[in-house]
């Protein structure tokens, strides 16, 4: 080979390498915007928003401000473990991405002085980011995300986890909220979540936005009837750690009666106005839905980026 083919060979290899951190930027940029979106969509019931902070006496907007941008760098690190990711065995990917996990978790609390802002979002942001970074690699000439490849990579890998985590966990030795929720009620949360390839986000909630977008419906109106719709089917562990399983129920069936409401033509951000202040007496937050609000805002940026 003579120098000008090496050299050649270099700057391809450079410039594949530049245009692919292009790529992952931009996909790790859209996952930071889409918790900035989430929070300041308002009003939302219980929940931190521009308005007020809900149920939340511990935190406000500037500590999921400052959460967002320190779990920057590890979702870009997330694509890139995905990349990077050689072994045919994906629970080999999964291992790597909960240790990056584990130092993303770090860097925000550090960020919010201890406060949990998004410990439940950044295992789904890992574990969604880890497949995409792995389907360009296997798809690297791919203009747009295949959702149906990467979220089967998401099952794949979440397979095994449910029987990894919770296979030895009993009522003597759960430690964790997550563990204690399984074994008292078998919920599974965000494990089972991405276990089922967060399938109604994918089936339901992806097509709704898109048909409420084409009907020229305002988009943070939209947002809102997603974060109700999620509010209907969501296994909501903050719901049930701070009102228990009945209460739970309870909010399941009052958003189901909220979104009838909203369907006959009443006006959404009145209604969530009110119900915020329902929950607020009941000191109740339904974080698990705003986490996957905040994960449908970005695959609904993300169908549209064109790599």
Known sequence: MNIYSILKNLLFRKWRKTTLNKKLKKIASLATRSILYEVVISPKPGLVDRFD?????DMNIYHFIN???SLQNHFENYLKIGYEHSSQDINNLFDKLRKEGVLAEK?????????NTHKG????????????GYYLKLN???????????????????????????????????????EKLYVKYGILGPRGEAAGGYAFILDKILPY????????????????????LLMTKVEDGNLIHRGGIGEWRKVKLEAEKLYEKILKGE??????????????????????????LCISIFLN???????
Not at 150 to 157: P, T
Not at 209 to 228: A, G, M, P, S, T
Not at 267 to 292: H, Q
Not at 301 to 307: K, M, T
């Open 53 to 57: 902070n809900g149920s939340h006496s």
């Open 67 to 69: 959460s967002a941008f």
């Open 107 to 115: 860097s925000m609390f550090e960020a919010t002085d201890n406060v």
């Open 121 to 132: 979002l950044n295992f789904a942001f890992a574990i969604i980011l880890g497949a995409i």
């Open 140 to 178: 690297h000439k791919s203009k747009y995300i295949d959702f149906d490849v990467v979220f089967q990579i998401v099952k794949n890998m979440s397979k095994n986890l449910i029987e990894k985590d919770f296979s030895d966990i009993n009522e003597s030795n759960a430690k964790s909220y997550g």
């Open 209 to 228: 936005i898109q048909k409420r977008k084409n009907e020229e419906y305002d988009h943070e109106k939209i947002f809102l009837e997603v974060l109700i």
């Open 267 to 292: 006006d959404i951000r009145i209604l969530l106005n009110k119900y915020n202040k329902v929950l607020i007496e009941r000191n109740l937050s339904p974080g698990g839905a705003a986490d996957l």
């Open 301 to 307: 940026d993300l169908s549209l980026l064109s790599l």
